[in-house]
């Protein structure tokens, strides 16, 4: 469901500055003696030659020739076809099948009550020229499924992007929600946030729509001149509160099969509060209209053709949502190529198969290069490849809901992951551009070697080499320019929630990798009816280039982390990113006590109220305590054990690297692999995060109120943030301790290398 | 003609870093002796109480009552209205009349001929219940003065504002307007420079049109519902190239006296090199809509519904531009209140009262408040008050065409001028909000003191005190927040040009004050026909409280002015504000370098190359040499000198506000005021800035491409801007040798007072 936007290319780009490593040759592979790494690097070269764009263009005709949601007969057939695939080339494949809480439309209204009428059309138009957009019978209606049920009607508040700064500033007019329905646009955060806080501040409905100027015509034409939202499409998706925990509400921490202990619909926490609806900007513009009260300031304005005021009313909405709350089977597609020497260590790789409608872009595109992946792979055993370990490859159902099928797969596998993960590598949607690589320090080194040995279609440079200069184009300052262009790495990006990379990252702690290319074929049909092949063909990666370049480095990857003699992870990158994590948590202290200290002196000495126009009153913020200064101590002493251990393990791994082949082997025959397997795991404290327990990973959890936006060492930053100061000091006694442990583990690691 | 933005209080607020200065006591008062003080305050408190908001309404009610533009039969009826007025209150006043240049349309024709066809309106709409919108007979059309005569048809192209960089960003798009018509927005520079740089590129002809983004919807409700510019709303506006002189084209540097000698009209080299006409966001609508080629980058889309490109083409355009090149004549009303002890120095305090239709805000609002000054400085003199000092009020005609009766009338009494001018403060526009001060630091600490004895009308405090918090609430830094509460003084803004004081500061050297009030009511008014007494008195000062404000602001500055003793010029104020200016060019210099460099390098990797969308292709900048280093050497000198000077002089006002009355007596007596009055003067260079000979204030400018925007030692950085290094090395050398002479100068005064 994520939608690759290349504003993350300069967000990610300084998060750590590491020091120069010493560059592996060019045939040097981490984790391969040489003699290993020529022979994985002539596999490897049978393995780039046959994912074929031809055939990725023709699995997506078929994946994407009728709606495929969960639920459809589409959807079920897509499964059974993939399963065909996988067995067809060699795989030893299954679908596992779980039976989840699925709600789809039974009754959507909106209308406008006074002080005019109007009814909004809730419905995407046919384009002609489009041949899916017409199969109306088959398409799921637009709405934001494990919505509430609701019949409200109340007058409207536009609350922006619906996140917390927005009330604050609608307080600062003296524009409240309460009793209200809240008018939100998509973007900026997930949009189960929106009605979470819509609610949280007295709304009781929440409408999102899709503002022109974020992915229609102020982007560029729409569809289908161009690939932007035209004025009647609409983003469906789901609005379910995922940072309580993702997959089936009814089954949290366990497998939804039959035998599964299911909540009570009622007692399901992360459905939303109240009713909410998406909508396009065709129905929102006489609603928007039709409001008073404040003029909006510049930065919530959006690209229609009005004037935003806060409101609330005079526009009344009377707003209906029901749910039709079945419970619907997922259908995972598994294959298993069991590993040669160690199959109890798996390397995962997965993409989801089902859709909202007809999903091209989203998510067929990354699902189609993974199933070349997987023939090709299976091209390699039968010329007499035997990797190291067990590959699994998946093709999960039920992402769009909420990332069902990922997420029951791992709760019912759980035991056997912690086990056994190696790490998982995950991608979703995929076109033309830049190579999107996010995930665990511990594999930066690893994917950034990956990234060297894939070539760009486009530029015929390494797709590294693309996107490092796309960085330094980006880059705000010269020392950020200096670190991209002396690193041998691009820092990844930090992983939130939002694809099926969850319950691997968030639930289990298994070091993971989310892939993906995009940032130049941009559009706004993002969770309508056409991101469909006529879509995809004209606008996406026309020419499926993109898709041979996503199955060429996510399989490379998978065959890397499935021979290599010693798993290739890089704890110097894991401690230095670490390192960064607790200055960014001093730094956020501090500016928060800064802010709060020079807020309440203006607010003392009347700087608010002289400044506030008469004629346009304005409301001073309240004043807050300053927040005390917190020991940050055992969160360094956490971090430095684990720098020290660091360099102890990199210096026990220069010396095999010094010896050779033969160290190489001793290595691989200890129990080094072992330790190595639990590093990630070992950041997790299985009593999970303050309030949300499903959430065990001590450095990664998607924002409460950012939800596709990863918070770093989310105990400690969530406490600062939300002022919660003795639930601060204590998350940096658990997160120093998860550190110190990890250290030992490190250590442990390096003991057995001598 | 100058709209006052709030933007310009952040701007300013960080020019220089001042040294705390001892505050005066409460009674005192700069360059008055203590008992010279006591009796300034009775007098000043007897001005404050007369001016009268109900006045000022009448005064507007009938100045705006019809459209009094040059040359109209209202124009001059105004003028003789004020003078009655002036006479009336005991001034001795007359009329000044110039013959002037001044084009009127004769015909206008804008339509788009292909790919469909539409002709623009050029016709703003009376307003039901605005009784002044519907005189058409007397309106101007909607025009931009001294456009060149033209009748071009040609491919269109949309050029964002107009400004070198975003042709510089059409190039990198492959975008020329070579052969085309550019369609420009009205903002961020003076409308003069849009049709310039688009000749500059081969444009031949000019559109401008108002982007409901800038002052329309997206602003705020439109008029008459609201005070922002409604569809069919136009700006007029003067295209003149006022960056080579302002005033009349054909009688530059020398007054407009039947007696002058005239250029020929085609040598005249201020009128525009190709044809242009403003016109609404209604008319551009169509011929935006009908773009193709690229799709512009996000800071240059509008709010326009529509996805903006940049052309050229398809559209096609025909424009016709055809003027009256009619002389008018303009009619400044000048009174003088004789000096009684020192009548060859000059206070010289100005506002138009011409407007381009009926000109409530802009620009009767100052008028009125200049009436009400100059009505209560009649009555002090009936009640005995003898200003030390002349003082002259004048009501300049023919500002809204090119500053032609300031200009005219500076020109023709330039010498006079030169003599005695000890300063000039102008208004134009006035509304709700804050004060704005802008003009020559050496008056920054006296401007200061009289702001913080004027009241603000809506919250009680000083006018000084309300601006001090707007500035801390939009600083951008903890150190700019510190300047701002610990400094006596509010920095002052830079004068550019755009209103009467260009003149006086730019062409002689006359330390200068604008002053104004605005920040809370603005709208989209300016220059259309809806500014007027409809307007203002819904949506302005609608209870003309400012209008007292400023009357009590400027009136006291006058008078201080012409009573002080010594004159009130602070030279550590203007030294720091020139060490300041030094440092930004050195700044300024290294940024470029710097700029250049990387730019190069990335150029040389191949960053661009590798950036380009081959769906959307872009072109690499050309690489550029990197500015040599420069000898700041002599400005440094001359800054130094300066400061040395300005502490000495420093030094002996202390001793002489030490010893009291009889030393301010003594000071009073000496040559001290004749060689102050200098000192102003001695900051230009007689042979003016490089090409414009006209503009001779070594300080200040406005800037060749900004207009409105001044430029700090405009010799040497437009030098430096514009990549012209060895100019820049002898624009140096003439600035510090200024600086010098202004030291001795200083130096002189300091010498007086022992």
């Not at 109340?154 to 003296?174: K, M, Q, T």
């Not at 693309?466 to 002396?486: C, F, K």
Request: hydrophobic share 40%; charged share 20%; glycine share 8%.
């Amino acid at each position: 469901m994520r939608a690759f936007t290349l504003l993350a290319l300069s967000s990610v780009a300084v998060a750590t500055i590491l020091p120069a490593r010493p560059s592996p040759s060019p045939s040097e592979l981490i984790g391969f003696s040489p003699s290993a790494a020529r022979v994985e690097r002539e596999w490897e070269a049978k393995f780039d030659a046959i994912p074929s764009p031809d055939s990725q263009r023709a699995y997506m005709r078929h994946l994407t020739a009728r709606p495929h949601h969960v639920g459809s007969l589409y959807d079920k057939a897509n499964a059974e076809w993939i399963l065909a695939h996988f067995t067809s080339w060699g795989l030893d494949a299954h679908i596992e099948r779980f039976d989840v809480l699925f709600p789809t439309p039974r009754e959507r209204v909106l209308e406008l009550v006074s002080p005019t009428r109007f009814r909004a059309t809730l419905q995407e138009p046919a384009v002609p020229g489009d041949p899916t957009s017409s199969q109306r019978a088959d398409q799921l209606p637009t709405y934001n499924a494990y919505s509430d049920d609701g019949d409200v009607t109340a007058p409207l508040v536009y609350v922006n992007y619906g996140l917390p700064a927005d009330y604050d500033e609608l307080a600062r007019h003296g524009v409240s929600v309460k009793g209200a329905i809240a008018i939100a646009r998509y973007g900026a955060s997930w949009r189960g946030v929106k009605p979470m806080v819509a609610a949280e501040h007295g709304a009781v409905g929440c409408i999102i729509y899709s503002d022109p100027r974020d992915d229609g015509y102020a982007q560029g034409d729409v569809f289908p001149k161009g690939p932007f939202r035209p004025r009647d499409g609409v983003q469906r998706g789901s609005a379910m509160l995922m940072q309580l925990y993702p997959g089936d509400p009814l089954t949290p921490g366990v497998g939804a099969t039959p035998a599964a202990k299911r909540l009570a619909r009622a007692d399901a926490p992360t459905i939303t509060k109240i009713p909410v609806l998406p909508i396009s900007y065709g129905d929102a513009e006489p609603l928007l209209a039709a409001l008073g009260g404040p003029v909006v300031p510049g930065p919530w304005r959006g690209a229609l053709g009005i004037t935003y005021h806060m409101g609330p009313g005079p526009a009344r909405v009377h707003l209906l949502v029901k749910s039709n709350w079945d419970i619907a089977p997922v259908y995972d597609v598994i294959a298993t190529i069991p590993g040669s020497v160690e199959p109890d260590q798996w390397v995962v790789r997965g993409n989801h198969h089902d859709a909202w409608v007809n999903g091209a872009e989203d998510p067929t595109a990354g699902q189609v290069a993974l199933m070349e992946e997987a023939r090709a792979l299976g091209g390699l055993l039968k010329d007499g490849w035997r990797p190291r370990r067990t590959i699994i490859y998946a093709a999960w159902d039920g992402e769009e809901p909420m990332l069902l099928g990922s997420t029951e797969w791992v709760e019912e596998h759980a035991d056997e992951l912690r086990q056994k993960a190696v790490a998982y590598l995950n991608s979703d949607t995929n076109e033309r551009g830049y190579l999107e690589m996010d995930g665990s320090p511990s594999l930066q080194p690893f994917i950034n070697g990956v990234a060297k040995d894939v070539e760009d279609p486009e530029t015929h440079l390494s797709v590294w080499k693309r996107l490092q200069m796309a960085r330094i184009r980006g880059a705000g300052s010269n020392d950020e320019r200096r670190h991209l262009r002396q690193s041998d790495d691009l820092t990844l990006g930090e992983l939130g929630s939002g694809s099926d990379f969850s319950a691997f990252l968030d639930h289990i702690g298994i070091a993971t990798l989310n892939l993906g290319y995009g940032g130049e074929s941009d559009g706004g049909e993002y969770h309508s009816v056409y991101d469909d092949f006529y879509w995809y063909t004209h606008f996406g990666d026309t020419a499926f280039v993109y898709g041979r370049a996503l199955s060429q480095t996510a399989g490379t990857a998978v065959m890397r982390l499935a021979d290599a003699e010693v798993l290739p992870y890089d704890f110097k990158t894991l401690a230095s990113t670490v390192q960064g994590y607790v200055t960014d948590l001093q730094n956020l202290l501090k500016s928060e006590q800064d802010e709060t200290a020079e807020r309440n002196r203006e607010i003392e000495e009347g700087t608010y109220a002289a400044t506030s126009d008469p004629w346009h009153p304005t409301i001073a913020p309240p004043e807050q305590a300053v927040p005390p200064h917190l020991s940050f101590a055992p969160l360094q002493n956490g971090a430095d054990s684990l720098t020290r251990s660091a360099e102890r393990y990199a210096s026990a791994v220069a010396v095999m690297r010094d010896r050779g082949d033969t160290a190489y082997a001793n290595a691989a025959r200890s129990r080094l692999n072992a330790l190595l397997v639990q590093t990630a795991r070992r950041l997790t404290d299985g009593r999970g995060l303050p309030g949300r327990p499903w959430y065990t990973n001590e450095l990664y959890a998607p924002g409460m109120y950012t939800g596709y936006g990863a918070k770093t060492m989310p105990a400690v930053r969530e406490a600062i943030e939300q002022r919660k100061f003795s639930e601060a000091d204590e998350a940096m006694r658990t997160v120093g301790g998860v550190l110190s442990a990890e250290a030992a583990l490190v250590d442990s690691a390096a003991a057995a290398l001598r």
